[in-house]
């Protein structure tokens, strides 16, 4: 099937129950177009007011706009809906990052704090600039405090991706939850397969805010924000129903979990990696308990905003060579 381009009509500010701009059929192939975090396109010019979700009852915080959502023909509640993300092209040579107190990991005392003796310095309110060049594979920032080049390779994945909430809320796109959402995982990259819940008919997908790059945590607040063009196929599986999100790419399996603190997270996605393997790869439970406390990884989100949400994985190769090829 021939890749279809998806330029949305409207962008979301919100995870809900919002009228679809698009209705595919399960595996269709499609090219989805992301602005950047700011709405910024790859020609330099923003949304229109018209091409932004509206609600004359609240304000919205136009940050995070989603492409969507996608209506998967024929998905219910206790389907699941499976992205395979193919490739990611950043599709304009810029990128930002914005440095500010009380943005991001640190709090001002800390961030601010330049000697052991309790000196402090006021945090600077800026924009980083990136020179992003994906034939090299790297970005460089061209407005550092300092002299040092600093350069970073890239890795660019989804910041934001999800279907509509379990009870039918509008979630923020800043937010996070079983649903998916403000994920800014790194492993939702190109190569990897994400698996959505369906709570409601079609699913309502959406997708957008792409970095980059970003280490794990987000602590600044935000990775290199850009924007580029997502190739994925979209795949409906009938009849598997779960609440949590999973991932999983050539070498890893991933769980997803999220909560209110960073602890209760880890816990979560742990607990649903068991559940995965159980329930998915025929793992005795004790067994697959045990393999998570020899292998598992932790991979954590955005520490700048609560809810969190944190990855918990293991090695493919850490599983039984004949539960390795199961799809789900």
Avoid at 29 to 56: G, H
Avoid at 97 to 122: K, N, Y
Avoid at 239 to 250: C, K
């Amino acid at each position: 099937m021939a890749r279809q381009d998806f330029f949305s009509s409207r962008f979301q500010y919100t995870f809900g129950p919002n009228e679809p701009t698009l209705r595919i059929a399960s595996g269709t192939s499609l090219r989805v177009i992301c602005p950047d975090s700011d709405n910024e396109l790859a020609d330099n010019t923003f949304l229109k007011r018209e091409q932004r979700q509206q609600d004359s009852g609240t304000a919205l915080f136009e940050g995070n706009p989603v492409a969507g959502p996608i209506y998967v023909e024929g998905a219910v509640p206790g389907d699941s809906i499976a992205v395979h993300i193919e490739a990611i092209e950043l599709d304009r040579s810029k990128g930002q990052t914005l440095l500010a107190a009380g943005h991001g990991l640190l709090p001002i005392q800390l961030l601010s704090r330049v000697s052991e003796t309790g000196e402090h310095a006021p945090v600077p309110h800026r924009m980083f600039y990136w020179d992003i060049d994906p034939e090299a594979g790297i970005a460089t920032l061209t407005n550092p405090f300092g002299d040092d080049p600093i350069t970073v390779r890239l890795d660019p994945f989804i910041g934001s991706i999800g279907v509509c909430p379990k009870w039918g809320q509008s979630i923020s796109t800043l937010l996070s939850g079983s649903f998916g959402g403000n994920l800014d995982i790194p492993a939702v990259r190109p190569g990897a397969t994400l698996y959505l819940p369906v709570f409601r008919d079609g699913g309502l997908l959406a997708m957008g805010d792409l970095h980059a790059a970003q280490g794990h945590g987000e602590i600044i607040g935000g990775g290199i924000e850009t924007s580029g063009k997502v190739d994925c196929t979209i795949e409906l599986i009938k009849g598997r129903p779960h609440t949590e999100l999973r991932l999983r790419d050539s070498a890893q399996l991933m769980a997803l979990g999220t909560e209110g603190d960073v602890n209760g997270a880890v816990v979560q996605a742990y607990a649903n990696l068991l559940d995965w393997l159980v329930k998915g790869f025929g793992l005795n439970r004790w067994d697959g308990y045990n393999l998570m406390s020899m292998t598992g990884t932790v991979m954590l989100s955005n520490f700048g905003l609560a809810p969190y949400t944190v990855a918990a994985g293991i090695p493919l190769d850490a599983l039984p060579e004949s539960r390795r090829n199961e799809e789900y």
